[in-house]
């Protein structure tokens, strides 16, 4: 059994700063993307940040040079620092992990953290 436990959302001003994080335990072979998705009520959920086990990065142009994506291959966990946040960031976010446990990848989905910016 495999989990995803985020943690670190909260209520911040704007300009302020959140660092989240999410942990992935259970029976783990190996790990290939650890990513970072959100979702604003009434709509669609969006990535926000994609890392492979190589270390490619990548952002989603409303949030680029404002938040950083980083892992900690050692511990299974991802993070997500986000800077200079607009109360156009409000949403739930997610982390997702593509995760080997025994002989097949499998996709994962942490239970959601929510992020709220008041203006």
């Known amino acids: 059994q495999v989990q995803l436990v985020e943690s670190g959302g909260g209520l911040v001003q704007a300009g302020g700063s959140l660092r989240l994080s999410c942990a992935a335990s259970g029976r783990i072979r190996s790990i290939n993307n650890m990513d970072w998705y959100r979702q604003a009520p009434g709509k669609q959920r969006e990535l926000v940040a994609a890392s492979t086990s190589e270390g490619n990065i990548n952002y989603d142009e409303a949030v680029k040079d404002r938040f950083t994506l980083s892992r900690d291959n050692a511990k299974n966990t991802v993070y997500l620092q986000m800077n200079s946040l607009k109360p156009e960031d409000t949403a739930a976010y997610y982390c997702?992990?593509?995760?080997?446990?025994?002989?097949?990848?499998?996709?994962?989905w942490g239970q959601g953290t929510q992020v709220t910016v008041s203006s």
């Open positions: 997702y992990a593509k995760i080997r446990s025994a002989f097949v990848w499998n996709d994962y």
